[in-house]
């Protein structure tokens, strides 16, 4: 079995041992790139149209030149295909704003549109590598995650007000986030849940927060300042089939505690119910399993979701 599977957008698959980034890779410089994790399940990329749905939003974010999915579609189809079915990986895409060398002694990192710079056009760096799926997924599918809530400092408005802050991309630049969650870890939590400085909900670090009140599922809206999650949205589609009433609508620390249940959603983990926050036990309702074999089904089974 492979342990691990990297292919670059020509098609090409690449030995995962052999150098691949230039020195100069803007990306590694100023982690100014963008990125999706997928779960590759029998031999498949998860929600894929999804996936590369949100990396042409990213790319746009951050004006990078318009990913080419065609490629993307086939190079994660090699990946997953050769990684195969006997077990599910991490697939990560790769892509970006390539070597720093060739945007010009300026320096200057132009908004790359096609045709702006007749045919001289900076190459961006793109690709696809799976890894095995970390051991803590299986705990947190089946157990839950202990979480306490962390302050992002940011307010709800700042999404729209400085678009600069690239808050609803999913960009290179994880180190806060990562620096979060060892900050939850140090207190002796799995994970952590971000609040605005209004004490509203955000996202986790590397997930979505999605509560189910009664028969409702609901999170807080992308305008806040969250990424859009492909998971949650695939859920919504199954819960709604399902009779649930799904709702984008704010929420605030109060309502996690209110809630009959609290779930970390993100596409490799799929569903992580909060078992504890910030110290208080949340015990799981009866409709627990249901809601974590509706994200199953949704992210295997996405049917034509190709968009929020
Ligand atoms: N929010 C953040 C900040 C994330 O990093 C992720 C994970 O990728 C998500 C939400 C959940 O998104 P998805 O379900 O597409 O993995």
């Not at 984008?248 to 809630?259: Q, S, V």
């Not at 627990?288 to 992210?299: D, K, M, N, S, T």
């Amino acid at each position: 079995m492979v342990e691990r599977v990297l292919v670059t957008l020509d098609g090409a698959i690449r030995d995962p041992d052999a150098p691949l980034l230039y020195s100069d890779d803007i990306g590694v410089l100023r982690g100014d790139g963008i990125f999706e994790t997928v779960l590759v399940r029998d031999g498949a990329a998860c929600a894929l149209e999804l996936h590369l749905a949100r990396l042409r939003r990213s790319a746009e974010a951050l004006e990078l030149a318009a990913p080419d999915l065609e490629a993307w579609r086939t190079a994660v189809q090699t990946a997953a295909k050769e990684w195969g079915a006997e077990r599910e990986g991490l697939l990560r895409m790769v892509l970006t704003r390539g070597r720093d060398s060739e945007h010009g002694a300026t320096g200057k990192q132009s908004a790359i549109k096609a045709g702006d710079l007749a045919g001289a056009e900076p190459a961006t760096t793109g690709y696809v590598l799976v890894l095995p799926v970390p051991e803590r997924v299986k705990t947190a599918r089946t157990e839950g995650v202990s979480v306490i809530t962390l302050s992002r400092g940011i307010s709800i408005d700042l999404a729209q007000e400085a678009p600069w802050l690239l808050l609803g991309a999913k960009t290179l630049s994880y180190a806060t986030n990562m620096a979060a969650l060892r900050f939850a870890q140090r207190m002796g939590a799995d994970d952590a849940i971000f609040t605005s400085t209004e004490h509203r909900v955000l996202e986790g670090p590397r997930s979505t927060v999605v509560i189910a009140r009664d028969n409702q599922l609901i999170t807080p809206p992308a305008r806040n300042g969250v990424l859009p999650g492909t998971t949650q949205r695939v859920l919504f589609t199954e819960a709604e089939k399902a009779g649930w009433e799904c709702k984008y609508e704010p929420l605030f620390i109060a309502d996690l505690i209110t809630a009959d249940s609290v779930w970390m959603l993100s596409s490799v983990t799929l569903a992580a119910r909060v078992n504890s926050l910030d110290g208080l036990r949340m015990s799981a309702p009866d409709n627990a399993a249901e809601i974590a074999e509706l994200v199953h089904r949704g992210v295997t089974q996405p049917g034509n979701i190709t968009d929020w």
